[in-house]
DNA sequence: TGCCGATATATGGGTATCGGTATATACTGA
DNA sequence: TCAGTATATACCGATACCCATATATCGGCA
C-alpha cells in the first residue's frame, strides 16, 4: 500500500515462483506439453512429494493448471491474465524450445503418457 | 551436477534476482536511464542500507553493473551474455515502458541527477 | 590530517523456503 | 469394503532471506 506507483507484483509473484531450479525445469518441460505428475518425477528423477509440491507452488502462483483423469493428474502452463507476466512466460518458452534434449525428453515422456503408463522410466 | 540436461541455472539466477518486489523496482527504475543510489533511495523511499544491498545482489546476479564518479556510484542495467536471459530482461523492460507513472518518476529523477543533486525528493 | 557526505557491510531477529520422511487423501478395481 | 496406485499435505530441521540498526569504508575537501 506504501507505494501505489512502481507497482509490480504480479511480474514479482512470477518471477518467485520462477525463482527455483526444480520449478524451472518443471516449466520447460510442460512448455512441450500437459504432463502428469509422475511423468515429471520421472523426468527429473525426484522424489514424488517434491515435485506435487513444486507443482502446488506453480498453480497457487497461477502459472500452471491441473486436470483430473482418472487416478492421475494433469498439468500444464497456464495462460497469463497480465500481458507482463505472459511476455516473460513467452519468452522462456522460446528458450526452452531451443533446448534438443529437452525435446527429446518431453517426446519420450509424450509416448508413455496415458493411464497405467505412470511407471515409464523407473 | 546431478542434472546435465535439464540445466536451466542462467535464468535461474536470473529470476531469483528479479524474484523481489523491490529489486524489480529498482531494475524498472534504471530500465530509464542510469542513477546512482541515493536517487533510486528517494525514489523508493527505502533506507539506504536497505538499497545498498539489494543492488549488490543484483550485480553479484550480474544484472546491473556500476562506476563510481567521486563520491557517488552510478547503476546500470547489463547486458547479459546469456541470450535467454537478455530476452527476458528485455521482455521486462518492454513492459516497464508503457508505466507512465514510472517514467514520469524516472524523468523528475534524471532532471536532478549528478553531484550535489542527490537531496532530490526530501 | 580530520571532517563529512555517500555508500557498503556486519549483526541480529523474525520469517520464509527447501528437501526428506511420514502420513493423509483420492481414485480404481476386485 | 479392502488393497493398491497416484497425488497431496504435515511436520521437521537446515538454510536462506528481508529488514532495521549500527558501524565501517571510500572519496572529496579544508
Redesign the interface.
Known sequence: M??P??E??P??RL??A????TR??IV??LSHGELCVCHVQA???LPQPNVSRQLGILRSAGLVEDRREGSWVYYRLKPQAD??CE??I???V???AK?A??GR?VERLLKSKGPGKCEAGR
Open positions: 506504501s507505494h506507483k512502481l509490480v507484483s511480474v514479482a518471477f518467485k520462477l525463482s527455483d531450479q524451472l525445469r520447460a518441460l523426468a527429473l528423477k500481458s507482463d511476455r516473460q513467452r519468452g522462456l522460446q528458450g526452452f533446448d534434449a529437452l525428453e
